[in-house]
């Protein structure tokens, strides 16, 4: 039911009437319901939610194993350490997730926010510390309607209590993911946190409590972008869950034994559980709805009632609407298999890019202070300046090699040690008899070649400026 006023102060005779423009909240008490969808949630919620906050104490060579560590702008992401050069991968690694969303979605519709979605997880937990603390749904409302008394202060200040504790962990888990976690808790336990630190701490744990106490199912409504678009991936044999209206209406109460087809009702015997137990407070029999999150909660209650009542399972049901009408229902359908072939493509293209990616960058910075200069013995010498990027987890001993038109001398080390993660700066001079260039100019190409491992090579050219010859 729609609960909403008007828009704004109008005035009529001597009275005034404020109007809204928004619809007032009405707070949801959602029933505990335990069956098979509960328990797929939460054994999907629960290693979402440990890898979330165990990660960032998982340690690989003695460092963080995810760590986005910003001010030296590296990112360890377990044995790899990605640079802003590899950004690409990132923006592929992106594409690929929201690719991988739309192939979902076009199967089963929003299980993603149902089952694994961090909104709803915490949402869940929030719910236990809540169901904890003040009792199951009629409890709640009662404790909601009763005046202020201690019973009343000491179960929602416990429930408040609760809340902060999760969202704090969760808010120090996320900084931890850019403060290496070790040093942060001591931090934490002296107070000597860094106000950065500080304020993201805080910023998250105010998002976690407001998101997850009391935004809750609106932040699905009204925030998200997922919810937004997710209807036009929807087709006629997307599986969605849905209620069968042919077989549950006329809907209505019956007494038990009665022939209730006689009478001219339906399966549903109005029992409201479905809707009780619904997170998002609606009511599955108006038909598919875009707030739907497809959490399959009102499944299991739906068919507890029918096997008590005696009546096949699954007047609720994941299902196509085709399936609905009757009419045939194609799971593997073309749009669905151009998805998978599309991700599929993307992911060997991904993994490919990841498995060659070669962690050393070398930029050549040519001297332009003057193009050439002369030595005592007549020689043409050109000055380099070799940026090299070690960009591996461990440290390189690298050999510098010069390929061109001409047999080059090189003055300056051949040999060069770079720790991991580090950038280089190195000065090598390249000589050659002026009688031997045959053009004023003539490219070079540095190579950089890791002792260790041959396969760790990057090169880049650069020009070899002479005297001009008439
Ligand atoms: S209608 Fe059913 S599946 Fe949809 S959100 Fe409510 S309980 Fe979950
Ligand atoms: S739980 Fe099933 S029987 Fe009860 S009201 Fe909902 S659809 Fe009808």
């Known amino acids: 039911m729609v609960n909403t006023e008007e828009t704004h102060r109008q005035t009529s005779g001597d009275e005034t009437h404020v109007l809204y423009l928004y619809e007032t909240r009405k707070k949801i008490y959602a029933r505990r319901f335990v069956g098979f969808f509960r328990k797929l949630k939460k054994r999907s919620g629960i290693p979402l939610l440990l890898g979330y906050l165990l990660l960032p104490w998982w340690q690989i060579d003695g460092r963080q194993a995810v760590w986005f560590d910003l001010p030296e702008r590296q990112f360890h992401i377990l044995w790899m350490t990605f640079w802003p050069q590899d950004f690409m991968l990132l923006a592929w690694l992106l594409i690929i997730c929201a690719f991988a969303l739309f192939t979902v979605t076009v199967l089963v519709g929003r299980v993603w926010c149902g089952f694994s979605c961090p909104q709803t997880v915490w949402t869940m937990m929030f719910m236990g510390v809540e169901r904890f603390f003040e009792g199951g749904r009629n409890k709640r409302i009662k404790l909601d309607l009763a005046p202020w008394n201690f019973n009343k202060v000491w179960r929602k200040s416990g429930k408040h209590i609760g809340w902060l504790l999760i969202a ?92 209730y087809v006689a009478d001219g009702l ?32 009102c499944i299991d209650a739906c068919d507890a009632i029918m096997e008590k009542v005696e009546y096949p399972k699954k007047l609720i049901s994941f299902t196509t609407e085709n399936r609905l009408n009757k009419t045939k229902s194609r799971i593997l359908r073309p749009r669905l298999m151009a998805y998978v072939l599309a991700l599929a493509a993307m992911v060997s293209l991904f993994s490919y890019a990841l498995l060659t990616r070669v962690p050393l960058e070398l930029d050549i910075i040519r001297d332009r202070s003057l193009l050439y200069r002369e030595t005592s013995r007549g020689l043409i010498e050109n000055i380099y300046t070799l940026r090299i990027n070690n960009m591996d987890n461990r440290d390189h001993q690298y050999q510098i090699k010069v390929a061109g038109d001409y047999d080059f001398e090189m003055l300056g080390d051949q040999l060069v040690t770079v720790s991991a993660g580090e950038v280089f700066t190195h000065l090598l001079r390249l000589k050659l008899d002026p009688g031997l260039l045959k053009a004023g100019n003539t490219d070079v190409t540095f190579i950089l070649t890791s002792t260790q491992d041959e396969k760790l090579t990057d090169s880049e050219e650069s020009r070899f400026i002479g005297p001009f010859l008439l």
């Open 266 to 297: 339906g399966d549903c015997v109005d029992c409201t559980l479905c809707v009780q137990v619904c997170p998002v407070g609606i009511d599955i029999r108006d038909g598919l709805q875009s707030d739907c999150i497809s959490c399959g909660l």
């Open 168 to 259: 704090f962990v969760t808010g120090f888990t996320f900084v931890a993911y850019f403060n290496p976690v070790r040093e942060l808790t001591v931090e934490i336990f002296t107070f000597s946190v860094q106000p950065p630190a500080v304020f993201w701490i805080a910023f998250f744990t105010a998002m976690t409590y407001m998101n997850a106490g009391y935004l809750r199912e609106q932040v699905c409504k009204y925030m998200c972008p997922y919810a937004r678009f997710q209807s036009v991936m929807f087709d006629s044999d997307t599986l969605v869950v849905s209620y069968d209206e042919v077989r549950g209406e006329p809907r209505g109460a019956r007494k038990k034994g009665s022939d």
